[in-house]
């Protein structure tokens, strides 16, 4: 029998319907209601995990979502978010486990070689990190957000020319990006004023600069004017 079949489906909607009318209390009375009598229901398991940590509960969360797993170990959503809620929590042994699991189902998942990745570097594996988040930037090689946690990386191992290279790319991408542009800034002094600033001064002044990635761009231009004198 499939351990993913839904049993309790008028249950599942009904919690369903709760949700979409914004009422996750009541929807979790019915997922409680279900794992009372069906204490390793897959989907009522995962559903209240989720539930839970969409309030902030995660301690809640991950009894059900590794209930989830062991109940239905080929499911990647279990899988990789057990291991993102863990490593949220600290957990990190147990999240990398769960992460190289969510590899190992779905070896073609970008997210879950980067994220697998930002759990090593976390445990401060620094070689195995670099080798699973250049495999999620081959997967997916024009994703802003994975040339970014390769900046960061390259940071941290030392490597500020490479960082700053990373960091362009995700400028290159997005140009109006404050987080990248901060990070470029950081990532070495500047010795004169060159391109990178003149795509700093151009992203703060454009009118579609987002509020937050602004106020970042400010801390990066009084940085590199301040290198400048």
Known sequence: MDRKAETHAPELMRAGQFLKEGKPLLAAEVLRK??????AHFKANYSLGMLYH?????????????????VCPEDFASAINLGIIQRDEGLLA?????????VAIRP??????????????DRNKLDASLAEVEEGLRLEPDNPN????????????????KAAAYYRKVIALNPLDGTAHRSLAFSQRQTEY?????????AIRSQDTPRWDRMLLGF?????????G
């Open 34 to 39: 279900i794992l009372v009598t069906d204490g």
């Open 54 to 70: 969409q309030e902030g509960r995660n301690e809640l969360a991950i009894p059900l979502l590794s209930k989830a797993v062991e």
């Open 220 to 228: 990066a231009l009084g940085k590199v004017f301040d290198d400048l």
């Open 194 to 202: 060159n391109d990178d600033i003149k795509r700093m001064e151009n």
């Open 108 to 121: 073609g998942s970008a997210k879950a070689h980067v994220t697998l990745g930002m759990l090593l570097m």
């Open 146 to 161: 994975t040339h970014a946690r390769l900046g960061m990386l390259m940071q941290i191992r030392g490597e500020p020319d």
């Open 94 to 102: 147990q999240a990398q486990l769960n992460l190289e699991h969510a």
